[in-house]
């Protein structure tokens, strides 16, 4: 499978732990980007990055929330000190750059927190 | 504050019939365009991409653009069960290149 791949799938946590989330992208896609859907909304732009470098953050991403992609490959979200209110389903989507703009999404990580 | 409108639905319509589905955006600095299939628990999936003016066909889909009303709508032809799912329209403007969501409009097909 050469998607876009998420890990993990599921993650269950208590209020106050800190997480982190890890997306492998396409090969050779060099923009990714984050994104973070609640229940019967369309997802909303976190973060994206262009190889290493992380171009934009959304103002939804809080001092908390912090993102790297060190190598201009996989890209990983950590969430500190985490909140009720960040349950949601995180996603990754990634794109090949340049001229072409579409961005395929891999398959997610549903976060809940207790 | 860029929005993208559409209506929740449920949109109804029996099997082989065409579904439309609308979209309208606030931003007339938006670009490019797209439709993406999001069935429950599951992730968007890309399924049409338009960035000029007009008709873009693929298959049972047709994605169609008028920049001037800033209304962009996917008609699904022959519909299927299988094309039940939440429809999600997407934009973005050239230089940020970020996807501005709607909240998607909810397919059911009867067979």
């Known amino acids: 499978d050469t998607g876009v791949s998420q890990d993990p799938r599921h993650k269950i946590t208590k209020r106050g732990q800190n997480v982190t989330f890890r997306c492998d992208p396409i090969s050779e896609h060099n923009r990714l980007y984050w994104y973070r859907q609640t229940l019967g909304q369309g997802p909303e732009f976190l973060t994206y990055?262009?190889?290493?470098?992380?171009?934009?953050k959304s103002r939804l991403l809080s001092d908390r929330f912090s993102a790297e992609r060190p190598k201009g490959s996989f890209s990983t979200l950590e969430i500190q000190r985490t909140e009720q209110g960040d349950s949601a389903m995180y996603l990754c989507a990634s794109s090949p750059g340049d001229s072409v703009r579409e961005q395929y999404f891999g398959p997610g990580t549903r976060l809940t927190v207790t | 504050q860029k929005e993208v409108e559409q209506n929740s639905g449920p949109l109804s319509v029996p099997e082989g019939a065409i579904a439309s589905l609308n979209c309208t955006y606030s931003?007339?600095?938006?670009?490019?365009f797209f439709w993406y299939r999001q069935y429950s628990g599951k992730s968007p999936e890309l399924i049409m991409f338009i960035y000029s003016n007009g008709d873009k066909e693929d298959g049972r889909f047709t994605a169609q653009l008028n920049k001037a009303s800033q209304y962009v709508s996917l008609l699904i032809r022959d519909s299927q069960p299988s094309d039940s799912a939440t429809y999600l329209c997407a934009v973005s403007d050239t230089g940020r290149r970020a996807l501005t969501f709607g909240s998607g409009t909810r397919l059911q097909v009867q067979p």
């Open positions: 931003d007339r600095g938006s670009q490019s």
């Open positions: 990055f262009q190889n290493e470098a992380q171009l934009e």
